[in-house]
């Protein structure tokens, strides 16, 4: 079975500070990984994904994420925090076997203090 | 282009109610998801559409909930007799052939409040 948990479920920052969303995961079998941004009253929006390709995935808003297989972790960053990235992070997992669906964490909220 | 959309937006319905809720994928879409998610919570998976064949309903929480996709587009999310745990946000995501990594792009969602 594929899990994820995110630790803290919010997380502020100053702008222009890094930014470290964390997610570690739980999978039997090689996961594929995924970070979605959700803003107030909108959709999730794909971040980056990791499909076994390079172990550091860059995504879109200048966001990455590194694969530690050794640590089981996902963790999300970001060199310098604006203003608009504060929204609500999830952190998601599937399978090679074709589970029919991601697997979500909890979110973490971020907060950017001017 | 256009991107995932649903319909309502928000919907509030008295207990005992039936609601219906829409969902237009992205044209071409072969898979299509229904998840709820509910306040401070993550996504969870409720069913799974390959094509008009709904593969996977596990996640549906009761027989309360039904979903279907007659013609392999548009799929509507039906709650019978609605109760107050129902509140929730219900998403739909759909992406060209699910096979794990392929990217699932997300509706608005629907508010639902039942009261």
């Known amino acids: 079975a594929q899990s994820v948990t995110q630790l803290g479920s919010h997380v502020s920052v100053s702008e222009g500070a890094l930014v470290l969303l964390r997610c570690n995961y739980s999978?039997?079998?090689?996961?594929?990984l995924f970070w979605y941004v959700q803003y107030p009253n909108q959709g999730l929006q794909l971040l980056l994904k990791?499909?076994?390709?390079?172990?550091l995935v860059k995504g879109i808003n200048g966001f990455e994420a590194e694969f530690k297989k050794s640590e089981t972790s996902f963790h999300l960053t970001k060199p310098s925090a604006h203003m608009s990235d504060a929204a609500e992070y999830f952190c998601?997992?599937?399978?090679?076997?074709?589970?029919?669906?991601?697997?979500f964490g909890t979110g973490t909220r971020l907060t950017v203090i001017p | 282009g256009a991107g995932v959309s649903q319909s309502p937006r928000y919907k509030v319905a008295k207990r005992g109610q039936d609601v219906a809720l829409r969902c237009d994928p992205i044209?071409?879409?072969?898979?299509l998801f229904w998840y709820q998610q509910a306040l401070g919570q993550g996504p969870e998976f409720l069913t799974y559409?390959?094509?008009?064949?709904?593969?996977?309903k596990s996640g549906l929480p009761s027989d309360r909930f039904f979903a279907e996709r007659p013609e392999g587009s548009v799929s509507t999310l039906k709650i019978q007799r609605t109760q107050q745990e129902d509140s929730a946000v219900y998403l739909c995501?759909?992406?060209?052939?699910?096979?794990?990594?392929?990217?699932?792009?997300f509706g608005p969602g629907t508010r639902l409040l039942v009261l």
């Open positions: 559409f390959q094509n008009e064949a709904q593969l996977d």
């Open positions: 998601a997992v599937s399978d090679r076997d074709g589970a029919n669906n991601l697997f």
């Open positions: 044209s071409g879409h072969v898979s």
């Open positions: 999978s039997s079998v090689p996961p594929y």
């Open positions: 995501a759909s992406s060209l052939l699910w096979d794990g990594q392929e990217t699932q792009y």
């Open positions: 990791y499909t076994s390709a390079a172990t």
